[in-house]
C-alpha cells in the first residue's frame, strides 16, 4: 500500500512538473493568435488612436494581430468589466485611462488598482482651459476676474457628469471660490462647437482634441493643467501658475485580466515598453497628444492607486459619490 501511494504521488508530482513545464513553454510562445486591445471610447478618439498606434506596433513585434475592440457606455465601466471578466491568458488587454478610473470609483465596480492586473503606463496627456475667442479673456487671472464678476451667470460644458472634464472646472470652482454651472454633453464636438458660439463660456478638455479649433482662431487655451509648461500645448502656461497646486494628469495604461501569469504580464510589459522607445511611435503619439512613458508592472500599480486616492477623495469633496448613498 505505502509503494502503491508513492507511486502515485510520484505521478501527481510529475504531472504538477509536466503541466508547469507546458505553461512556461506556452507563455514563452505568447501570443500564438490574434489579441484583443479594448477601448473604452468611440472609433477616432485620443485613446483610440493611441490604441491603433500601439496595437500595429505590438502587430509587427508578435507577428499575430492586435484588434482593437471599441466597448462603449456607461464612462468606460463597460469596458473595465469586459476585461474583468475575460480569460487571464493575455488575449485580451485594455487601454484604460484616468475616465474608466474614475467610473469604477462612481460605480463602485472593478476598481483599476485592485480588481485588473497592471502593465504599463503607455502615455501622459494634459488637459487645457479654454474659452470663446469672442470673450475679453486672455489669462487665467483673466478668466477668474471675469467669472467673479458674473458669479452664478457663467456656464462650462464637459464630457460627461463627473467626468474627467467636469472634475476639471469643478476643481477650478473650488479652488478659486467661483460659481459656474456645468453643462453635461455627450460629445467633444458638440461641448466646442457650442463654446465657439457662445452658449457655454469653458471648458476643459484634452488637449488632444483642441487643434482644429485652437489653430481657426475660435478658441482661446488659456492654462494646461500640468503643473510645468509641456510641448504639447506650446505657449500655454500652466494653471497652476496662477491657481498654486492645480493638477490634472491625463494618462493611458495598460492592463490585463487579474492572475495573468507573470510571465505573460512581464513578457506584454517588455514588448510595449520596447515599442514606446521607439522614435516613430513617439512622434505619432506626440502628434495626438500623448507623451510616452513605461514603466514596470509594479511601478503603474503603484500609480493607480496614488490615482484612486487622489481621485476617491476629490468625488468626496464635490459630493459625487455621497450622492449615490
Not at 485620443?46 to 466597448?71: C, F, H, M, Y
Not at 462612481?106 to 487645457?128: H, Q, S
Not at 500640468?226 to 494628469?249: I, M, N, R, S
Request: with cysteine; proline share 7%; aromatic share 8%.
Amino acid at each position: 500500500m505505502r509503494q502503491a501511494a508513492l507511486i502515485i504521488g510520484a505521478l501527481v508530482l510529475f504531472g504538477s512538473q509536466a503541466e508547469a513545464a507546458q505553461s512556461r513553454l506556452a507563455d514563452a510562445r505568447f501570443p500564438v493568435r490574434p489579441v484583443r486591445m479594448i477601448v473604452g471610447n468611440g472609433p477616432g478618439s485620443a485613446p483610440d488612436v493611441v490604441a491603433r498606434l500601439l496595437g500595429a506596433k505590438l502587430t509587427e513585434a508578435w507577428g499575430q494581430s492586435v484588434v482593437i475592440d471599441n466597448r462603449t457606455g456607461a464612462t468606460g465601466l463597460i469596458a473595465v468589466e469586459t476585461l474583468a471578466k475575460s480569460a487571464p491568458d493575455g488575449y485580451t488587454m485594455f487601454l484604460s485611462t484616468m475616465t474608466q478610473l474614475i467610473s469604477t470609483l462612481m460605480y463602485e465596480r472593478y476598481p483599476l488598482a485592485t480588481d485588473l492586473e497592471p502593465v504599463t503606463l503607455v502615455g501622459t496627456t494634459p488637459f487645457v482651459i479654454v474659452v470663446s475667442s469672442t470673450l475679453p479673456v486672455k489669462s487665467i487671472a483673466d478668466w477668474i476676474a471675469y467669472a467673479k464678476a458674473r458669479q452664478g451667470q457663467l456656464l462650462y460644458g464637459s464630457g460627461g457628469q463627473w467626468g474627467s472634464s467636469h472634475l476639471c472646472l469643478e476643481s477650478f470652482n473650488a479652488m478659486t471660490g467661483l460659481k459656474m454651472t456645468h453643462v453635461p454633453y455627450k460629445s467633444t464636438t458638440t461641448v466646442l462647437t457650442d463654446l465657439i458660439s457662445g452658449q457655454i463660456h469653458g471648458y476643459c478638455p484634452a488637449a488632444p482634441s483642441l487643434p482644429a479649433f485652437t489653430q481657426g482662431g475660435r478658441v482661446r487655451a488659456l492654462g494646461v493643467t500640468y503643473k510645468q509648461p509641456t510641448k504639447l500645448v506650446p505657449g500655454v502656461p500652466p494653471v497652476a501658475d496662477t491657481v498654486p497646486g492645480f493638477e490634472l494628469l491625463g494618462w493611458y495604461g495598460m492592463n490585463l485580466p487579474l492572475r495573468t501569469p507573470k510571465e505573460i504580464v512581464s513578457r506584454v510589459n517588455a514588448d510595449i515598453n520596447t515599442a514606446l522607445k521607439e522614435p516613430e511611435l513617439q512622434e505619432k503619439l506626440l502628434a495626438v497628444g500623448a507623451e510616452a512613458s513605461g514603466t514596470t508592472p509594479a511601478d503603474f500599480g503603484a500609480f493607480l492607486k496614488s490615482q484612486t486616492q487622489h481621485w476617491r477623495k476629490l468625488l468626496k469633496k464635490t459630493g459625487a459619490i455621497a450622492s449615490k448613498h
